[in-house]
C-alpha cells in the first residue's frame, strides 16, 4: 500500500479553508475558480468562509478544476461531512491483480535498460534486472525492505559515489521531490525530502565532463559500472484519470540510455 498522505490544514476547520487553501495555491481567483465550475464568485465566497456549504458534487468539481490530488479531495469530502469518493486499495488486493501483473510485464519488456515502479513516497514496489545490476556495491543496509529510491540514489553508501555529475543530478531530484511537495502537501514526502537533503555531498562532486562529446538531448545521469560510465536520461509515467489512490500515486520511471556506447554496454551485460 502507498504511503500515507497528510494535508497541512486540519479538517476541523471545514471545507472552506481547505478549497480556499487549494485556490491560492494554484493562484486561482474565485471569480476565475467560479466561472471554471459554473458556479458564482459569491458562492465561491460564501464556501470558503463557511457561510455556504457545498454540495458533494460541487467539492467533487471545484477539486478538478483545482487539480487537487486524488487523495486531499477524499479529505475535501470528509471536511464537508461526506464519505470518501476514492477507494485505496492495497496493492497486493486482487482486484489489482491485472494492474500489477501489467506493470510487471511492462518493466521487463524494457530490459536491458532500468525500469522500476515506485509509490508517492518514492518506495520501490518493482523493479527489473536493469536496476538491480546498478545496485551493486550499494550497502546491504539500503537494500532491506522497503527500499526507497531517493535514499538509494543520493545515500553516501548508495549510488551517490558512482554518479559522476552527482551536483546536477541531485539538484534535479530535489527540485523534483520540491514539486511534488507543493502539490501534494505530503509531510512523509517531506520528512524524506529533509533526510535526503541532508545527505553529505563530496567536495569533488563536480559535474564530470564525458571522454567524449555527446549532444544530450535532457539532463542525464551519468553513473560508473564495472569501470564504464553510462548515461541515462529519467522518464516517469503516471495513469491518467485514475479512481484509487493507490494508483494514482504509482509511477513507472525508466530510464532510457542517453547514447549508443551505453546501450551497446547494456545489451551485452543483459541480453
Given at each position: 500500500?502507498?504511503?500515507?498522505?497528510?494535508?497541512?490544514?486540519?479538517?476541523?476547520?471545514?471545507?472552506?479553508?481547505?478549497?480556499?487553501?487549494?485556490?491560492?495555491?494554484?493562484?486561482?481567483?474565485?471569480?476565475?475558480?467560479?466561472?471554471?465550475?459554473?458556479?458564482?464568485?459569491?458562492?465561491?465566497?460564501?464556501?470558503?468562509?463557511?457561510?455556504?456549504?457545498?454540495?458533494?458534487?460541487?467539492?467533487?468539481?471545484?477539486?478538478?478544476?483545482?487539480?487537487?490530488?486524488?487523495?486531499?479531495?477524499?479529505?475535501?469530502?470528509?471536511?464537508?461531512?461526506?464519505?470518501?469518493?476514492?477507494?485505496?486499495?492495497?496493492?497486493d488486493d486482487p482486484a489489482l491483480d491485472a494492474l500489477r501483473a501489467g506493470m510487471e510485464?511492462?518493466?521487463?519488456?524494457?530490459?536491458?535498460?532500468?525500469?522500476?515502479?515506485?509509490?508517492?513516497?518514492?518506495?520501490v514496489l518493482a523493479a527489473n534486472r536493469g536496476i538491480l545490476m546498478l545496485m551493486d556495491?550499494?550497502?546491504?543496509?539500503?537494500?532491506?525492505?522497503?527500499?526507497?529510491?531517493?535514499?538509494?540514489?543520493?545515500?553516501?553508501?548508495?549510488?551517490?559515489?558512482?554518479?559522476?555529475?552527482?551536483?546536477?543530478?541531485?539538484?534535479?531530484?530535489?527540485?523534483?521531490?520540491?514539486?511534488?511537495?507543493?502539490?501534494?502537501?505530503?509531510?512523509?514526502?517531506?520528512?524524506?525530502?529533509?533526510?535526503?537533503?541532508?545527505?553529505?555531498?563530496?567536495?569533488?562532486?563536480?559535474?564530470?565532463?564525458?571522454?567524449?562529446?555527446?549532444?544530450?538531448?535532457?539532463?542525464?545521469?551519468?553513473?560508473?559500472?564495472?569501470?564504464?560510465?553510462?548515461?541515462?536520461?529519467?522518464?516517469?509515467?503516471?495513469?491518467?484519470?485514475?479512481?484509487?489512490?493507490?494508483?494514482?500515486?504509482?509511477?513507472?520511471?525508466?530510464?532510457?540510455?542517453?547514447?549508443?556506447?551505453?546501450?551497446?554496454?547494456?545489451?551485452?551485460?543483459?541480453?
Open positions: 500500500m502507498t504511503a500515507p498522505m497528510s494535508t497541512a490544514v486540519p479538517t476541523a476547520q471545514g471545507v472552506g479553508p481547505l478549497l480556499r487553501a487549494w485556490r491560492e495555491r494554484r493562484r486561482v481567483s474565485q471569480l476565475e475558480l467560479a466561472l471554471r465550475a459554473g458556479s458564482s464568485a459569491r458562492h465561491i465566497s460564501f464556501v470558503e468562509t463557511g457561510r455556504s456549504r457545498p454540495s458533494e458534487e460541487m467539492v467533487l468539481r471545484l477539486a478538478e478544476h483545482l487539480d487537487v490530488p486524488v487523495r486531499e479531495r477524499n479529505t475535501l469530502l470528509l471536511a464537508a461531512g461526506y464519505a470518501p469518493h476514492y477507494p485505496e486499495t492495497p496493492l510485464r511492462l518493466i521487463r519488456g524494457y530490459e536491458p535498460y532500468p525500469a522500476l515502479v515506485v509509490d508517492a513516497t518514492y518506495q556495491g550499494v550497502s546491504e543496509h539500503l537494500l532491506e525492505p522497503p527500499l526507497n529510491a531517493m535514499r538509494l540514489t543520493l545515500h553516501p553508501e548508495g549510488l551517490a559515489p558512482r554518479i559522476r555529475n552527482l551536483r546536477e543530478w541531485r539538484g534535479h531530484l530535489l527540485e523534483q521531490m520540491e514539486r511534488q511537495i507543493a502539490l501534494h502537501r505530503s509531510e512523509p514526502l517531506r520528512a524524506l525530502y529533509e533526510e535526503v537533503a541532508g545527505y553529505p555531498v563530496p567536495d569533488d562532486a563536480a559535474g564530470a565532463e564525458p571522454d567524449e562529446p555527446v549532444p544530450y538531448f535532457a539532463l542525464p545521469m551519468q553513473i560508473e559500472h564495472e569501470g564504464r560510465v553510462l548515461s541515462f536520461i529519467s522518464s516517469i509515467s503516471t495513469f491518467n484519470t485514475p479512481m484509487d489512490v493507490t494508483v494514482a500515486e504509482l509511477a513507472i520511471e525508466t530510464l532510457l540510455p542517453a547514447d549508443p556506447a551505453t546501450v551497446k554496454y547494456l545489451h551485452t551485460q543483459l541480453p
